[in-house]
Nanobody, 111 residues
Framework: QVQLVESGGGSVQPGGPLRLSCAAS????????MAWYRQFPGKEREFVAL???????TYVDSVKGRFTIARDDAQKTVALQMDSLEPEDTAVYFC?????WGQGTQVTVSS
């Protein structure tokens, strides 16, 4: 059974950091490209970042230089380190694997 469980969301002031984590099970994690998406209220999910099995990364332009995606194949986790957060980053963040989605975790950036 595929499971993707996100954690680490919450509220933070502008300029602050948050770290999201996604624990994966039920599929071959080491061979999977893993990604983070986010969904703003009333909008469709949009791509944020991905990491391939070799560690290659891709980011949406709006988060380049602020967010870092990383994977731990031994722990079967993928993390999203978010620095210099802006109110515009407020969204529900989802972990994505080729085989499914996590349930999402809320990130709120507000003073």
């Amino acid at each position: 059974q595929v499971q993707l469980v996100e954690s680490g969301g919450g509220s933070v002031q502008p300029g602050g950091p948050l770290r999201l984590s996604c624990a994966a099970s039920g599929f071959n994690f080491n061979s999977a490209t893993m990604a983070w998406y986010r969904q703003f209220p009333g909008k469709e999910r949009e791509f944020v970042a991905l990491i391939d099995p070799l560690g290659g990364t891709t980011y949406v332009d709006s988060v380049k230089g602020r967010f870092t995606i990383a994977r731990d194949d031994a722990q079967k986790t993928v993390a999203l380190q978010m620095d210099s957060l802006e109110p515009e980053d407020t969204a529900v963040y989802f972990c994505r694997a080729p085989v499914g989605w996590g349930q999402g975790t809320q990130v709120t950036v507000s003073s």
